[in-house]
């Protein structure tokens, strides 16, 4: 039992062809206008029309791969940059850590170094005081 398009009743090829090259029955016994010839070439183009379809799908589809590829390759780069980025900001981290070290060390010399110059000052001044007494 075959379905056509553009019919809604079924056609069966195993039921006899009229001797005399008309259409043969359809399934309820009726007189059917079709030939077999008619049949095939419904067919045929039924499956052409498919394989258009199909066609479109697969041009589709090779689209749709390519740019999933294309999209691939840009999270690709991204992600390097992204790296990139990562390792830069890691390295100016470690540098910025070093010179706040060094900044506390300054900022603790220069503290001390201020109590040392009172230390001498004063020291300067008893010295000068017990001179001039």
């Known amino acids: 039992v075959i379905l056509l398009l553009n019919r809604p009743r079924y056609v069966s090829l195993n039921m006899p062809v009229a001797s005399w090259g008309g259409g043969g029955y359809d399934e309820f016994g009726d007189r059917n206008p079709l030939t077999v010839d008619d049949i095939r070439q419904q067919q045929q183009q039924a499956i052409d029309e498919q394989d ?14 390519q740019m999933a590829i294309a999209i691939g390759d840009e999270v690709e780069d991204q992600n390097d940059l992204i790296d990139d980025i990562k390792d830069k900001t ?3 981290h470690t540098k ?3 010179e706040n070290r060094h900044v506390n060390k300054v900022l603790e010399k220069s503290s001390t170094t201020m109590l040392w110059i009172i230390i001498v000052c004063l020291f300067v001044a008893i010295v ?3 001179i001039v007494f």
């Open 52 to 65: 258009q379809g199909l066609d479109m799908i697969s041009a589709s589809l090779a689209r749709t791969k």
């Open 96 to 98: 910025m850590n070093r």
């Open 128 to 130: 000068v005081l017990m």
């Open 90 to 92: 890691e390295n100016v």
